[in-house]
Every structure is written in C-alpha cells, then in structure tokens.
C-alpha cells in the first residue's frame, strides 16, 4: 500500500516534469525566472502573500524585519523571545514617538523594509558571483554566475541564462547600472542591476526593453498579437483565452486596443507604494481591536504573531510535515 502510493507520487512527478519541459522547452527566450514571469513583468514582492494554500505569513513577517535572515532566525525564537524583540523595534517605527503606531508610520517602514530586502538580495547574489572576493562583480565573473561560461562567445544566441534575458540585454543593463563606468559592479550598482524594477532610474530602460523584446512592427505600442508573442506556439485555446481577457481588463487601462507606455509602466514594474498600502490595510484588520485606526504597542504585541514568526508559529506546519513523513 505505502509502496503503491510511493510510486504514484514519483510517477506524478516525473509526469509533471515532462509537461512542464514541454511547455517551457521550445519557447526560445521567454522569460520565467524567480524575478519575472513568463509574460516579461517584474514579480511583485507580495506574489506569494496569499496563494491556492492560503495566506502565507512569511510575507507580513519580512514587511516587518526587512530581512529573509532575520525572519528565519525569530522562527526559531520562543513566543516570549520573540515578542522582546519585536518591542524593541517598536519606537523605530514610531517616528513621532506618540507610543501608537498609525498608518502613515507603518507604511514608511514597510517602504523602507522593501529596500532592505532588496540590498540583501543583492548582497547574498554579490557573494555568490564574486570569484575573487573583491567585494564588487566583473562581467567576466557575472557571465561565469549567470551563464556558466568564460567569454561571451560562448553564449549561444538564443542563450537566456539565469536570469531569462538575452546576452545583449544583460550587457545593456550592466552599461546602465555601472554608473561610475569603471566595467564592475560594486553593490550599490549590483542592487540596481539585479532588481532594476525597484529603481526609478532604470524604468525607462525597462519600458523600453519590454519595446525591443515584443513591438515587432515598431509603433511604440503592443497589441495582443505581439503580447502574446513566441509564447503563443505552444498553448492551448483556454491559455489564449485567459491571456486575452488579462490583456484586456488588466493591462490595456484605457480599452484602446493597445498598451502604450504608461501601460507598459503598470503592467512590468510592480508598485510597492500600492504594495505597502495593502500590507497596512492587512496588518491593521489583523490588529486594531478596537478599530481606532492606530496600533498601540500592546495590540501589536498581543498579534505579535501576525508581525514576526516565532516557534509558536511554525508549530502548525511542523506538525504537517511530520504527519507527511509519517505517510510516506
Ligand atoms: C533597514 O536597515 C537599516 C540598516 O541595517 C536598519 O537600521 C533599519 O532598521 C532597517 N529598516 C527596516 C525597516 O527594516
Ligand atoms: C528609450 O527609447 C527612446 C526612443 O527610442 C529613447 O529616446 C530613449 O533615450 C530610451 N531611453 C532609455 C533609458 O533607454
């Protein structure tokens, strides 16, 4: 029985697999990485907030702490551990030092934990790519990262790498992060290069790159025909038509046909200012008791559990994995 089901759940996997070569083989250089969908868009930082399995608390606890490392680390914490520190982030957050924190206060933080998680991001890719420990990264040291090879010729032309842009692309980008045109990367420009999207500086460049990959005849604007692009060859009839009804309720804002830039502007590059406002709005339902509108310190440290992890927290998903195991 135990065997029978075994085989079942590898079978399915490796069946899964092969649909999802299948679908993701042929597709030139579609982009589908950690940072972007296939469509070319940027992830937002809240993708995974809420998904089929529900609402995933991780994301409110790095909106707090501003640091994957750190969320990680009060998962290990007791309750009591956990809540201490919280309080001590407390009258950071609040700026006006009135003891409550309010909306405005809240956001700001979150903002500024949105540019945190990113540095760390950049600092953790920094330290995979750099060969030489030299605390910056090269382009021959990013090609060796990012595509596995010494030289550019040895990239192929179709050749995407990690980061499911073509060299030429990559090479652009680099020229317009390298702000001091020294050929390196030191981690300011790294963090610009790897998460463009969170830069105002390099929108254009990404609203214009997203021009050079679909509008193929050139008008500054993108129709649904070059929307959908080389992704189209391989997908079914309902694929095309949820695409269409996305292009066309989501993406086309003023219902012209089109998407012309300031379009393009809200369909590729995520608003975090938007972003943080929801997170406000989901962190207040989920602590305002008495819905006056401001957290006071103690409401925040009562649903301490809503703003960091603790052991408390992971309790629940501790128990499932284990029943798993037990299952298998
Ligand atoms: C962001 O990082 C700085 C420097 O490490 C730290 O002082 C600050 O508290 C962090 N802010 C947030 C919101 O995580
Ligand atoms: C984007 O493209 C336009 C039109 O081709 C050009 O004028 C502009 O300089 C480009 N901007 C960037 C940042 O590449």
Redesign the pocket.
Known sequence: MALKYFLGVVLSYVLLYCASAAVHGQHGHSVDTLERESDGSFRARDYEHYSDSGHNSEFDHEAILGSVREAEEFDKLSPEEAKRRLALLLPKMDTNGDQEIDRKELKEWILKSFINLSREEAQERLVEADEDRDGAVSWPEYLHDAFGVDTEEDVGPDDAGDSGLLLQEEK?MWA?ADSNSDGILELDEFQVFTNPEEHAD?H??L???T?REKDTNRD?RIDFNEYIGERGNQQDKGWLISEKEKFDHDLDLNKDGVIDLPEIHAWVIPNNDEIADEEVDHLFASADDDHDDLLTFQEILLHHEVFVGSEATDYGSDLMGDHFADEL
Request: no cysteine; aromatic share 10%; charged share 0%.
């Open positions: 652009a317009v390099m254009p460049f609203i214009n790159q021009l500054g």
